[in-house]
């Protein structure tokens, strides 16, 4: 639950996010490329206790 | 936790050809709807070329503000939420095993508060892809991601060549960044 509590943070403290939107638009246009997660990285990430739904 | 047993009842309340929907690569816009303990929600799922499903949600109050996405419900359903997301598409996928499981994470915008969430991995897409990867395991999906981007595809494995779809819909997210 400590770490679900984690990841639901509204923001993060490390990350400057009182920006304005048009600076974040200039900051994050950058190029869409989908890369391959590894299975291994899956499995490190994955939380035990949950069941696949597809295997 | 998002378990698709929990998600809320939902119906089929809007069902377009591509062509209708005026939306670049979409093939067909299937939109459903469903109520939690406070709020009505729409779901728009998107087809995109290759069998690409693509979830998006967003409460029905807030259907024709270009933000609708960004805003926060504060409702504390996620879970629940996503579940019935989950849900749609494992029926989906029962009718067609081709069928390949697609999220952007939006970026959280609080105007009253004077914050914008950074488009790369926002924390909806930590959660998100938290939940997939909770639930979607490796045979039956090949997973990609865009972490600049918040983008997040799980390929079905059932495709002969799952990477030139990757690549495809990375050169449709590009022209979609681009517009």
Known sequence: MQKMGKLITPFNQKRDVSMNVAAVRLATKSKGSLAKITADEIKNRRVAAYRYLLP | ?179
């Open chain 2, 1 to 179: 936790m998002f378990d698709p047993e929990l998600s809320y009842p939902y119906c089929r309340v809007g069902d377009h050809s591509g062509m209708t929907t005026n939306r670049k690569h979409v093939e067909h816009l299937t939109i459903y709807q469903f109520n939690t303990e406070k709020y009505p929600y729409l779901i728009e799922v998107e087809k995109y070329p290759c069998q690409i499903y693509v979830f998006k949600f967003y409460r029905r109050i807030h259907k024709k503000n270009k933000q609708r996405f960004n805003l926060m419900s504060n409702e504390g359903k996620c879970s629940r939420i996503v579940g019935t997301c989950f849900s749609i598409f494992l029926t989906i996928y029962e009718k067609n095993p081709l069928a390949s499981f697609g999220f952007l994470g939006a970026h959280t915008i609080d105007e009253k508060k004077n914050i914008v969430e950074p488009k790369n991995e926002t924390k909806r897409f930590v959660v998100y892809r938290q939940a997939v990867q909770n639930y979607f395991g490796i045979e039956t999906f090949t997973h990609f991601s865009d972490n600049d981007t918040s983008i997040y595809l799980a390929v079905s494995n059932k495709n002969k060549d799952v990477f030139d779809i990757a690549n495809k819909a990375s050169g449709m997210i590009n022209q979609l960044i681009d517009q």
